[in-house]
């Protein structure tokens, strides 16, 4: 049972089925991987959904993403007039094109997005994937051409963001009132949004002052920037939860009861595009440094 | 003349004259519990002392006050101070050995204004209670807004270098306050205060329970060290906001204190004696007295995703009927969902019918579980048509007409997690009857749906509103808006009555006043358990329990009385999608009908009665059963299994049994407990 894909939707099982009963007689779940790597860094995308199923740093090795069945393409939010709740899940939709235009660089596209409440929107999501010499650049394009407002699309989407080991640490930093300010990833996760509005535990990170959030393993560190002239905002969700709301503690396994366990880890950028736009959005540069969040400070990259 | 020797007898006989001159003009009251004196010129307090425990509260008379009073203009534009030490009183008089009384009139304000206002206090010496009566009669046409009486000028430690800190409770858990700095406790959360130091402590309490206006307790810090003329002190006064209208008189609301020996449960003994006096017990129904669990659901949001439909209620019911809950919490039912719309509580369409929500509430309380609706009325969605054209009436305002508000809250959507588009609100005036009504209709609707009880969130407090200026409400303003509270539940209830006395109420973190209606309190796990701790078996306290395999949060509610509220997903999700967090549960209640006696039945003392070592972390509590059995709950919370010895003094043989193994088993109160367990250790 893809698990992944039944929580896409949150918890109610029975939609969920639903979901995936449509979806398993509709489509195959997964199409091959097309890759990009160089000596530092490897990535890849499903070719049917565009879902990034698998990333990982060569050395030290560390399989950042690791399973593909959690792999996600990108999210969208577009509120009806009627009912703001009309999400636009990356797993529902098929790609219309993706190509490996060179040895360092896929070019993705949606059409026609399918939305939960609004049926089809005359939408279009294009990705442009660069790696270049150990750096990562997600570049994005939405072209909206319903009468609606988009108003955040999530772009790059981990869906299964992984220490170095079980036994490892992940800790997220972002400037705030002019320090870097820690917040535990792994093994804790302390949920940081109001616990009624949210369905798994939950951190929304935002930079003050400047663009970036790191993500500091042991000996290693991912730099994740948007430079951008809107909001932008560093998303983790733990899935399905913690152990224990006391400890925070993370399952340390791959699944808690038969629930999967994995975490989320998402790039947020508040768009609102209104009707009838061409929106390109802010690119998103992934750098990694080998050390402790020191390491890279002065690289253009790291800010 | 005379030698140096002489010289100096001499002039050490004049500083005893002067002393004593000094002493002379102190007006003082004194018995067993505590010595109190007031200078005769100015009434200032210049001695206070507690003689059980020993603790010279208040030692110099230098640094003495009498009261402090500001006197508003009508508008509310206008200061007028009014310095009690730049007063002369017109009495200070001893009424008996254990009583006086001191009275100001035709008081100076800063500006040089003689206004005709009276302030008079009674203070007197019961046993071991000082109590503090106060009384204002203004002839003016300024409106007194607040008064500042009594007021310890320089509150000392027990004992040099001794640590001083306050206490007071607040949703349902009692808070610590840091001394170090300048700190206001507020009687819209806490009746009480403690002062408190390593083995002894001051309990000082606005002495009613009706909430007729804002008491603060002040803690100052002023001057600095070094300085002869201002040095560094720690005042305490308690300021009454009572809003003495222009030619009226009022009395204020009785400070007393009592002093005690030993650590906050000492205190809160105090604050239960007093409280014994004017609580009235609410009703329980039988099913909610027994050992039982709840759960929590939310139907949906103001982000409209409609996650549970009515008609997919029952289906849920009977999850938790076949795991045995005996009550649910359903969230998101009414229009708007989770915090829109409110103060209404019609259905939303979007999630189905009237007919089907009421059908299904039915259905699943047929199954054994009751059902108890969510609701707010403290407020008014301010993108509501009904806002706009009615609720606008009822709110409350500054005195500069502006409304006050709160924020909302965020919900689903990254929009709205990141704090956009949130639904704000109007803070509704509890003191306005004509809101009173309006809430008590709405309140009607929850009653037709035939549940057999609500949850009211966000009971606990008005947001930043305490008082409210606007005219027409029914009242000379400002009203107090937390007066309200009591007036409107006591409707309601009235109102529930007329359908079953056993609809229950509950509320989140209720002050403990209003618990009086709203037996049921949700607080979470908190840091001492007031609630438990003051009234075990007439609290029912809600802790949520959300992690996968969460048995740290159902030791601690084991240990700590409790009442588990299932809370999967953040109480969106199904109680079986944990079952190992559900199966542990399960055990704890198994332990307590088992053991109920122990752990159920009996009063909980906290850590009082019994001494617990061991080789790593832990928490115990003690209980106190109807026969006089004791037990202990030891919890480990340590990353190891420990090794513990619990010590009852006096005890007769012991048991242990634990939520794994409840089968008793003798012990000499040495135990051992696996890492994530819990002991219960039983006087047989």
């Given amino acids: 049972m893809r698990y992944s894909r039944l929580h896409a939707e949150g918890p109610n099982r029975f939609n969920a089925i639903f979901v995936l009963a449509i979806m398993a007689v509709s489509c195959p779940l997964y199409g091959s991987d097309i890759t990009l790597q160089d000596n530092a860094l490897s990535i890849s995308f499903d070719s049917d959904s565009g879902a990034l199923t698998r990333f990982e740093n060569k050395n030290p090795h560390w399989v950042i993403e690791r399973r593909p069945e959690f792999g996600v393409s990108f999210r969208l939010y577009a509120p009806l007039p009627t009912r703001r709740y009309n999400p636009v899940f990356g797993q529902k939709q098929h790609v219309a094109d993706i190509k490996k235009v060179s040895d360092n660089e896929i070019c993705m596209r949606w059409d026609n997005l399918v939305s939960e409440n609004g049926g089809v929107l005359p939408m279009s999501f294009a990705a442009d994937v660069t790696l270049t010499n150990g750096v990562l650049t997600f570049g994005s394009t939405l072209k909206n051409d319903s009468d609606l407002t988009v108003e955040t699309v999530e772009y790059p989407y981990f869906g299964d963001l992984n220490p170095p080991s079980g036994d490892s640490s992940l800790t997220a930093y972002t400037m705030t009132k002019g320090a870097l300010k820690p917040d535990e990833l792994y093994p804790h996760f302390h949920n940081e949004k109001g616990y009624w509005g949210v369905t798994w535990p939950t951190k929304m990170l935002e930079p003050q002052n400047s663009h970036f959030c790191a993500i500091q393993a042991p000996d290693m560190r991912l730099n994740i920037a948007a430079e951008a002239d809107y909001r932008v905002q560093y998303i983790f969700e733990q899935h399905p939860g913690v152990i224990s709301g006391v400890t925070a503690l993370v399952p340390p396994e791959d699944e808690i009861s038969g629930i999967p366990v994995h975490l989320e880890f998402r790039v947020c950028h508040f768009v609102f595009a209104g009707p009838h736009s061409t929106t390109t959005l802010a690119p998103v540069i992934l750098k990694r440094y080998q050390g402790d969040w020191h390491a890279g400070q002065d690289s253009p990259a790291s800010n | ?684």
Wanted: glycine residues 8%.
């Fill in chain 2, 1 to 684: 003349m005379f030698s140096p020797a002489v010289l100096l007898q001499i002039l050490f006989a004049l500083s005893l004259l002067a002393t004593t001159s000094a002493l002379a003009r102190e007006i003082t009251l004194k018995n067993e519990s505590w010595i109190i004196a007031f200078d005769s010129q100015s009434g200032a307090l210049t001695r206070l002392e507690s003689k059980s425990p020993p603790w010279t509260i208040e030692g110099n008379p230098k640094l003495g006050a009498s009261f402090w009073m500001n006197a508003q203009s009508p508008d509310g534009q206008q200061d007028n101070i009014v310095l009690g030490l730049k007063q002369r009183p017109v009495e200070v008089k001893k009424l008996s050995p254990h009583q006086l009384r001191l009275q100001w009139q035709n008081l100076v304000t800063e500006g040089g204004e003689t206004l005709p206002i009276t302030l008079t206090a009674t203070v007197s010496l019961t046993n071991d209670t000082l109590s503090f009566g106060t009384s204002v009669a203004n002839d003016s046409l300024l409106l007194v807004s607040a008064v500042e009486f009594p007021c310890i000028g320089d509150l000392k430690p027990p004992t040099a270098g001794a640590p001083l800190w306050a206490h007071h409770t607040f949703y349902g858990d009692l808070k610590r306050d840091d001394l170090s700095k300048t700190c206001t406790i507020m009687s819209r959360q806490s009746l009480f205060c403690l002062i408190q130091s390593a083995n002894e402590g001051i309990y000082v309490e606005m002495g009613d329970p009706t909430q007729p206006y804002l008491l603060n307790f002040v803690f100052e810090h002023h001057g600095s060290a070094g300085s002869s003329a201002n040095p560094a002190r720690l005042e305490f006064q308690t300021t009454h906001y009572a809003y003495v209208h222009p030619h009226t008189s009022a009395q204020l609301a009785p400070v007393v204190m009592r002093g005690y020996m030993g650590d906050f449960h000492a205190g809160l003994d105090c604050y239960k004696a007093w409280r014994s006096i004017w609580y009235k017990e609410p009703h329980i129904p039988d099913w909610a007295r027994d050992v039982h669990s709840w759960t929590m659901i939310r139907m949906t949001t103001p982000e409209q995703d409609y996650g549970l439909p009515y008609r997919n209620f029952v289906q849920y019911g009977r999850e938790w009927a076949d795991n045995g809950v005996r009550a649910v919490q359903v969230v998101g039912w009414n229009i708007g969902g989770q915090d829109a719309d409110d103060p209404s509580q019609d259905t939303d369409p979007g999630l189905g019918t009237w007919q089907q929500w009421h059908d299904a509430i039915a259905q699943v309380q047929s199954m054994g579980v009751k059902v108890i609706l969510f609701a707010k009325l403290n407020w008014a969605d301010l993108t509501t048509s009904w806002y706009s054209n009615e609720l606008y009436k009822y709110q409350c305002t500054a005195p500069d007409g502006t409304r006050y508000g709160q924020g909302g809250y965020a919900y689903v959507t990254p929009t709205q997690l990141a704090g956009i588009g949130l639904h704000r609100r109007a803070v509704m005036d509890f003191q306005d009857p004509a809101y009173r009504e309006v809430a008590e209709k709405e309140f009607q609707k929850i009653l037709a749906l035939g549940s057999e009880g609500w949850l009211w969130d966000e009971i606990c407090h008005h947001s930043d509103t305490l008082y409210s200026w606007a005219p027409d409400h029914g009242y000379t303003p400002p009203g107090y808006v937390y007066g309200g509270d009591m007036p409107l539940s006591e409707a309601l209830r009235a109102a529930a009555d007329k359908v079953s006395p056993d609809f229950i109420f509950a509320g989140e973190g209720p002050q403990d006043w209003l618990m009086q209606y709203y037996p049921v309190s949700e607080t979470g796990l908190t840091s001492v358990p007031f609630n438990q701790y003051l009234d075990t078996t007439n609290s029912i306290v809600l802790a949520g329990v959300s992690g996968f395999d969460d048995r740290e949060a159902l030791n601690l509610i084991l240990m700590d009385r409790y009442v588990i509220q299932y809370e999967p997903y953040f109480y969106k999700g199904h109680i079986t999608d944990f079952p190992m967090t559900l199966a542990y549960g399960k055990k704890i209640d198994d332990l307590r009908r088992r053991y109920k006696a122990y752990l159920w039945d009996a009063q909980f003392r906290d850590t009082l009665g019994a001494a617990v070592t061991a080789d790593g972390t832990f928490r115990y509590s003690i209980f106190d059963s109807t026969t006089g059995k004791r037990a202990v709950v030891v919890v480990n919370t340590d990353s190891k299994a420990i090794s513990a010895t619990v010590t009852l003094p006096h005890a007769g043989s012991l048991v242990v049994a634990t939520p794994d193994d409840p089968d008793a088993r003798s012990t000499t109160g040495a135990i051992q407990i696996p890492a994530r367990c819990a002991a219960v250790v039983m006087e047989q």
